[in-house]
C-alpha cells in the first residue's frame, strides 16, 4: 500500500486558508532536467504537479503538449523510464500523473497501479477512461491508495455530474472548454459555467484545467473555483528554455497573482 501524501488534503489545507490551489502539468521525460524543473515548480508555489506521460495518440492534448510528448518520445522516455526517474525524489508536493487508458490497460491494472504508488505518484488522471468504464480501473487504484481524478465537460449533463464527482477522488477536474489543451487569448465562458455546475455538485475541491494561459486567466477561473490547473503555458516554456529555474519562474507568476487577487 501507498503511503504517499494525500491530494485532496494537500489542496483542503490550501483551501481552507482562504486560498486557491495551484495544480501544474509538466510533460515527463522532456529534457534531461525535467525531474529539477518538476522540484524547481513545487518550490514557486505549486500545490500538486501533473505529470504527463506521453502517448502517441493523445486525444486531449494540444499541439503544445503533442510537441513536448514526442520530444520525451524521441529521446526514449517510456512510462516505464518516467516512473523510475521519480523514484526516491521525495518532492515537497504530491504528484498525480495524466495519461491514456491504453498505457494502464496494455501495462495491467495491478501493475500500473503499483508502479505508480512505488514512483510516489499519489493520483492519476485517464481521460480517455469512460465513467461506465471506471470500475475496471478503481479497484487496483483504490488498492495502493491511487486518487483517480474524473473530468467534468461542459457538455456534462448534470445527472451523471453528480455521479462523476461522487466517484472522483483527489478533485474534480472542471474542463474549461470544448477542445483540445492549449493558451487561448481569454478565459472561456464555459470555464465559469462548469466550475459553477461542478461546485453545486460537490464539495470536493473544484479546480478549472484547459485554456488557462495567463496568470489573468488563473484568476478570472478562480472566481468560483478552488483553484486552477495550468499546463500548455508550462510546457510552453519547458519547450522554449529548457530551464528549470525559467519555468519556476512563470509558475511563481501563477501563485503570486492567484494570492494577491483571490
Same mark, same amino acid.
Given at each position: 500500500? =501507498?503511503?504517499? +501524501?494525500? !491530494?485532496?488534503?494537500? $489542496? *483542503?489545507?490550501?483551501?481552507?486558508?482562504?486560498?486557491? &490551489?495551484?495544480?501544474? /502539468?509538466?510533460?515527463?521525460?522532456?529534457?534531461?532536467?525535467?525531474?529539477?524543473?518538476?522540484?524547481?515548480?513545487?518550490?514557486?508555489?505549486?500545490?500538486?504537479?501533473?505529470?504527463?506521460?506521453?502517448?502517441?495518440?493523445?486525444?486531449?492534448?494540444?499541439?503544445?503538449?503533442?510537441?513536448?510528448?514526442?520530444?520525451?518520445?524521441?529521446?526514449? =522516455?517510456?512510462? +516505464?523510464? !518516467?516512473?523510475?526517474? $521519480? *523514484?526516491?525524489?521525495?518532492?515537497?508536493?504530491?504528484? &498525480?500523473?495524466?495519461? /491514456?487508458?491504453?498505457?494502464?490497460?496494455?501495462?495491467?491494472?495491478?501493475?500500473?497501479?503499483?508502479?505508480?504508488?512505488?514512483?510516489?505518484?499519489?493520483?492519476?488522471?485517464?481521460?480517455?477512461?469512460?465513467?461506465?468504464?471506471?470500475?475496471?480501473?478503481?479497484?487496483?487504484?483504490?488498492?495502493?491508495?491511487?486518487?483517480?481524478?474524473?473530468?467534468?465537460?461542459?457538455?456534462?449533463?448534470?445527472?451523471? $455530474?453528480?455521479?462523476?464527482?461522487?466517484?472522483?477522488?483527489?478533485?474534480?477536474?472542471?474542463?474549461?472548454?470544448?477542445?483540445?489543451?492549449?493558451?487561448?487569448?481569454?478565459?472561456?465562458?464555459?470555464?465559469?459555467?462548469?466550475?459553477?455546475?461542478?461546485?453545486?455538485?460537490?464539495?470536493?475541491?473544484?479546480?478549472?484545467?484547459?485554456?488557462?494561459?495567463?496568470?489573468?486567466?488563473?484568476?478570472?477561473?478562480?472566481?468560483?473555483?478552488?483553484?486552477?490547473?495550468?499546463?500548455?503555458?508550462?510546457?510552453?516554456?519547458?519547450?522554449?528554455?529548457?530551464?528549470?529555474?525559467?519555468?519556476?519562474?512563470?509558475?511563481?507568476?501563477?501563485?503570486?497573482?492567484?494570492?494577491?487577487?483571490?
Amino acid at each position: 500500500m =501507498s503511503e504517499n +501524501v494525500q !491530494i485532496e488534503s494537500v $489542496l *483542503r489545507k490550501r483551501i481552507d486558508s482562504g486560498k486557491k &490551489a495551484l495544480v501544474v /502539468y509538466i510533460t515527463g521525460g522532456l529534457g534531461e532536467d525535467w525531474i529539477q524543473t518538476m522540484h524547481s515548480v513545487i518550490e514557486a508555489g505549486a500545490d500538486v504537479v501533473e505529470i504527463g506521460i506521453p502517448f502517441s495518440d493523445p486525444v486531449m492534448d494540444g499541439p503544445i503538449i503533442q510537441m513536448a510528448n514526442d520530444s520525451s518520445m524521441e529521446s526514449g =522516455s517510456t512510462p +516505464v523510464t !518516467i516512473l523510475n526517474d $521519480l *523514484r526516491g525524489e521525495n518532492p515537497a508536493a504530491p504528484l &498525480a500523473v495524466m495519461t /491514456y487508458y491504453n498505457l494502464a490497460y496494455r501495462m495491467g491494472h495491478e501493475r500500473f497501479a503499483s508502479g505508480l504508488a512505488s514512483a510516489g505518484i499519489s493520483g492519476c488522471i485517464l481521460p480517455d477512461l469512460p465513467l461506465e468504464e471506471f470500475d475496471i480501473w478503481s479497484e487496483s487504484a483504490t488498492n495502493y491508495a491511487i486518487e483517480t481524478i474524473l473530468l467534468a465537460a461542459p457538455t456534462t449533463p448534470d445527472e451523471r $455530474l453528480v455521479e462523476l464527482c461522487s466517484r472522483s477522488s483527489g478533485f474534480v477536474y472542471a474542463v474549461g472548454l470544448l477542445g483540445v489543451t492549449g493558451i487561448r487569448s481569454e478565459l472561456a465562458d464555459s470555464a465559469i459555467k462548469i466550475a459553477a455546475r461542478v461546485k453545486t455538485a460537490t464539495s470536493k475541491p473544484v479546480l478549472v484545467g484547459v485554456g488557462i494561459g495567463t496568470p489573468e486567466q488563473a484568476v478570472q477561473a478562480c472566481e468560483v473555483s478552488d483553484g486552477v490547473i495550468v499546463g500548455s503555458a508550462v510546457v510552453q516554456e519547458m519547450l522554449n528554455s529548457a530551464s528549470p529555474e525559467k519555468v519556476g519562474e512563470l509558475v511563481s507568476t501563477f501563485r503570486n497573482a492567484l494570492d494577491k487577487n483571490c
